[in-house]
């Protein structure tokens, strides 16, 4: 029989790390075992009923959609963007496609120019961009940065490349971190993307759930209008990862990408579903939804630090999360004893954790940060959405002890890391 050629630009691709480990742990719970999920970002909460009734309603929308995406929708997103994150896209500048990863790559592929990515960065940044056959420069944050890019960092970099046009992306809130860029860092980081050609796309898929209700909520949009391309879509706040539907907002005097990913919209999957792009308006234009949104966003801050707090308390060191439901602890002062026991890069030490602890989190190196450096990703959603938000509903208070009875794997996951943690250090 004779072998396939595979394109080259993906031979050496894998699978995205975060679906491999669900698929892992849904196989492992298939066979009985227990395990605590930490390592996949999927809300827990229900989708809000307004939007399954719109999604119902519309189930008879069998009709192509326009490439670009159902005018309706792409105005309500306008509205939303300006009401809440005071940016100013026109509809005609929205694009609608099947998830915001789709659309990173769609802006990926469209735009040219050699890719900045700052890590640790999302899994499937880097893939992406190879798969585009893009220039990859990939620039190590620091803790002590916050895991954020500085101004003079994506200046050092900018400086070893020519005037060519770059793309900057940019995580805000940030996954894996939980880290959030403020208004003094985004303004010095603009200025150096004006005096050097700088494209940002901007990843706001999590920018609904951020922890600190007084600080403004708003990314690169705001103070680089004209050079930031914004993502979002359903899939994180409104909790409909499997809807499939994000979002891209382009600034009017980017008419020519505009066109460029109605191009490869319409030669690859034509339109998103149309039931969803109808029950999506819901999302954006019922005020309920938002107030739910909020409501789950606030439980997330309290799950997201529950185990920040409980891996500093194990001797971990790390970045207080300011958003998405994502922590980045490391346990580099237990190197030289981890590393005795053959436990010495990120990769190992999360096999043993799920192998030995049943607990599933992602290494540092899945992000592209050095395999050498003990951190791991941990996501805090194993727990019953319904059950949290029906307890704080009804009045309970968000603290410890709201986590241990109402979101019991994220103690029980913590508590084996901790016995992990007492055994290898005795």
Known sequence: MQEILVNSQLSNSQQSSTVLINQRVKDLRQEGREVYHFGFGQSPFEVHPSIQKALCDNAHQKSYLPTLGLPELRQAIAAFMANHFSYHYSPDHIVIGPGSKQLLYQAALAIEGPIILPA???????????????????????????????????????????????????????????????????????????QNRVIVLSDEIYAFIQFDSESEIGGFARYYPEGSIVTGGLSKAFSAGGYRLGFIAVPDHMKDLVTALGVISSQTYTSVSAPIQYAAVEAYQNPDVVEYAKECSRIHSHTTRYLFDRMIDLGADGVRPEGAFYLFPDFDRYRHRFKELGLGSSPRLCHYLLDKHRVAVLPASSFYYPSEVLAFRMSSVDFSGEEALKAYRAGETLDFSFIENHCPNLKKGCDEIAGFVQEKLS
Do not use: M
């Open 120 to 194: 640790p960065t999302w899994v499937s940044y880097v893939p992406q961009a190879e798969i585009t056959g893009k220039q990859i420069f990939i620039c190590q944050t620091s803790k002590a940065n916050h895991y954020k890019i500085t101004a003079e960092q994506l200046e050092n970099v900018c400086s070893g490349l020519d005037h060519r046009q770059k793309i900057l992306v940019i995580n805000n809130p940030n996954n894996p971190s939980g880290t959030v860029y403020h208004s003094q860092e985004l303004k010095e980081l603009a200025e150096v993307c004006r």
